[in-house]
């Protein structure tokens, strides 16, 4: 004899019943620190950080060691400065202090040997890879990112903008480099494998300019400045590197607004293979100019 279910258990049992009992519940969404909170004193601790960058790249060839003592005791204070206005801050300066100190442990001006070469890979691969890590491992949050954005369609915008900076780096790169007397600032390539070797300098500086300057110090920078103030703070840092590489003389005067422009187009494009396409495409004249620079009866295809 079946025992009768009062209505309203009957109503529970079949509510329980529509509820899959076998599937689990979703896990929660990976941790993404976003913007941390504002504060108006970040600023200080950042420009300093920017102020070390300056003196361990851009003074390092003048002042040698002292360059690099005093850019890092201005390193040192600035990220321990950035503890008084907030832990975050604090982290995320650190990290990006790890980085330049990576950096800054070899000298980065242009040279094309062998192992000098594979030094340098080295080196600027960890820059990237131990911040990276560090943020992770340590503190738990995925601020460092690589957007790839898969599947999103360049705009007609961006598409013309590829476009321009073929043509702006084919009238002003042969200019800067040849009547400045920049070229002179990387070594002489004549040989095969002496070009080869600049083509993946060139190349591979150029893809880690974007992993560092914009997908780990802009961003890191973005959660508690405001875009423009963490873009002329990157900026300041990006061309203090790209002043020791050898874009010395005039230089700054072209790279400055690079790096301003770069860091701008991610924040719209949020797309890391749009941002090295338009810098590769740069690279690709900067390669094209040295080697004729230094050999002028080859590639004659340059206005200046």
């Given at each position: 004899?079946?025992?009768?279910?009062?209505?309203?258990?009957?109503?529970?049992?079949?509510?329980?019943?529509?509820?899959?009992?076998?599937?689990p519940p979703?896990?929660?969404?990976?941790?993404?620190?976003?913007?941390?909170?504002?504060?108006?004193?970040?600023?200080?601790?950042?420009?300093?950080?920017?102020?070390?960058a300056?003196?361990?790249?851009g003074?390092?060839?003048?002042f040698?060691?002292?360059?690099i003592?005093?850019?890092?005791?201005v390193?040192a204070?600035?990220?321990?400065?950035?503890?008084?206005?907030?832990?975050?801050?604090?982290?995320?300066?650190?990290?990006?202090?790890?980085?330049?100190?990576?950096?800054?442990?070899?000298?980065?001006?242009?040279?094309?040997?062998y192992?000098?070469?594979?030094?340098?890979?080295?080196?600027?691969?960890?820059?990237?890879?131990v911040?990276?890590?560090?943020?992770?491992?340590?503190f738990?949050?995925?601020?460092?990112?690589?957007?790839i954005?898969?599947?999103?369609?360049?705009?007609?915008?961006?598409?013309?903008?590829?476009?321009?900076?073929?043509?702006?780096?084919?009238?002003?790169?042969?200019?800067?480099?040849?009547?400045?007397?920049?070229?002179?600032?990387?070594?002489?390539?004549?040989?095969?494998?002496?070009?080869?070797?600049?083509?993946?300098?060139?190349?591979?500086?150029?893809?880690?300019?974007?992993?560092?300057?914009?997908?780990?110090?802009?961003?890191?920078?973005?959660?508690h400045?405001?875009?423009?103030?963490a873009?002329p703070?990157?900026?300041?840092?990006?061309?203090?590197?790209?002043?020791?590489?050898?874009?010395?003389?005039?230089?700054?005067l072209?790279?400055?607004?690079?790096?301003?422009?770069?860091?701008?187009l991610?924040?719209?494009?949020?797309?890391?293979?749009?941002?090295?396409?338009?810098?590769?495409?740069?690279?690709?004249?900067?390669?094209?100019?040295?080697?004729?620079?230094?050999n002028?009866?080859?590639?004659?295809?340059?206005?200046?």
């Open positions: 004899m079946r025992e009768r279910v009062p209505p309203w258990q009957a109503e529970g049992m079949a509510s329980d019943a529509a509820v899959p009992r076998s599937i979703a896990p929660a969404p990976a941790a993404d620190a976003g913007t941390a909170p504002r504060n108006p004193w970040a600023l200080a601790p950042a420009l300093g950080v920017a102020a070390s300056v003196l361990l790249f003074f390092r060839q003048t040698g060691f002292a360059a003592a005093g850019g890092g005791a390193l204070v600035s990220v321990a400065a950035a503890l008084l206005v907030g832990r975050q801050l604090f982290q995320d300066l650190l990290l990006i202090a790890i980085g330049l100190a990576i950096v800054a442990s070899i000298s980065v001006e242009a040279n094309l040997d192992p000098n070469m594979a030094l340098f890979g080295t080196v600027l691969t960890l820059s990237v890879l911040p990276w890590l560090l943020e992770r491992r340590v738990h949050r995925r601020t460092i990112q690589f957007p954005r898969q599947g999103h369609r360049w705009t007609t915008l961006e598409k013309v903008w590829l476009v321009a900076a073929v043509v702006l780096a084919w009238l002003i790169l042969p200019n800067y480099f040849i009547n400045s007397g920049a070229y002179r600032n990387w070594p002489s390539v004549e040989a095969p494998d002496e070009i080869a070797r600049l083509f993946v300098g060139v190349n591979v500086v150029g893809i880690w300019d974007e992993l560092f300057f914009i997908c780990t110090v802009f961003t890191l920078l973005r959660r400045l405001p875009d423009w103030h873009i703070v990157q900026a300041i840092i990006f061309v203090s590197f790209l002043w020791e590489l050898g874009y010395r003389e005039w230089g700054p072209l790279t400055i607004p690079f790096a301003i422009v770069q860091a701008f991610f924040t719209r494009t949020r797309s890391l293979p749009y941002v090295v396409s338009v810098h590769l495409l740069f690279d690709l004249f900067v390669f094209l100019v040295l080697v004729h620079a230094h002028p009866d080859f590639l004659p295809i340059f206005l200046y």
